[in-house]
């Protein structure tokens, strides 16, 4: 009996059940490698992933404002703090980030160097859909500058923020790594963006689509988002929605086949709560092509637990979205839907 509003602005896409047969598995003699090449051994949590079939839907963080912090070299598991960035300024820019409602993201350019940094730094805003850079000289500087967009350049073609971030999981560095080498265009390797069980995982800016199990050099997705479209494999969701409104944004993309990044904005979410096991089921209300589109879908937690990362101790369970229907909003008496 709760009702929530959601953002207005641009959607994701569909993602199939069934996981693809795990390229990173292959053993000599199997048919070639596809690329991004790497190797893990079948604990590990993307192995596992892929070999359950996980669906990747609805696990786009629900940010909406980012903060990208150039800073080349190592990156411990808190990538800010455990990093060559100021330790003096780190928690400082963390507390501030926090304050303002900024998701903090460490970045650096695929194999670069400690002397390749530019000092570079942006804000960026998934439901406005911009991105703007600017340049420090020092760490200190960002404890003054404006992070509200106000300063900076806009960039002009899209944004594509790679997870490589070993410091967290394996997973991430050995899918991630080579992916953000082959990948074409403004490309960066960036810290912790989670569900590492995905990986590879790319974050597309500035619009906040967020895509796991990329394969290959992820030509089709850097060609979708210069189209101004969404791919619809391996899409995780949208930033800076929630959870079910990324799920019903996908479950219409799929029935629509609206794959503009801007389409389908979400108007409301409205859930009448959740059943004593867990199940819960949710009514989200979009704008469509040809008018209002309901989407009802259910949410229950996964029947088995297992390690969700690779450095989880302990297994857990996680939420899993199921279509109930798509269908257009009733047209009351007097033409309002």
Known sequence: MTTGATSTDPAPDEVPDAAPQ???????????????????????????????GDSPIATAPPARRWLLVEQPGPWGRDALLQSRFDPVVAPLLAQRAREAGLRIQMVRRPGGRLADAGGRWAVAD?????????????????????????????????????????????C???????????????????????????????LVLPTGHLYGQVPEDGGDLVEAHRRGEVLLTGLRGRAGLTPPAQAAQQFAREQLGSVGVADLPVTGVATPGADADGAQRWTVTMTGPDGDVVVVLDSRLSAHSRRLTCAATTPGRFRTWHLVSVHPAPVHPGGVG
């Open 172 to 202: 991430c560095a050995v899918r991630g790594r080579p992916l953000a080498r082959a990948l074409d265009g403004d490309v960066w390797e960036t810290s912790h963006l989670g569900g590492d069980r995905f990986a590879a995982n790319v």
């Open 22 to 52: 795990d390229p990173y598995c292959q053993h000599p003699g199997d048919a070639p490698r596809r690329r991004p090449s790497g190797r893990l051994d079948e604990g590990r949590c993307s192995v596992q992933a892929l070999l359950a």
């Open 126 to 170: 998934v439901r406005a859909c911009w991105v703007r850079w600017s340049v420090r000289d020092t760490d200190a500087e960002l404890l003054e500058v404006p992070l509200d967009g106000s300063v900076g350049s806009p960039s002009t073609e899209p944004t594509f923020l790679v997870c490589t971030h070993g410091g967290h999981d394996a």
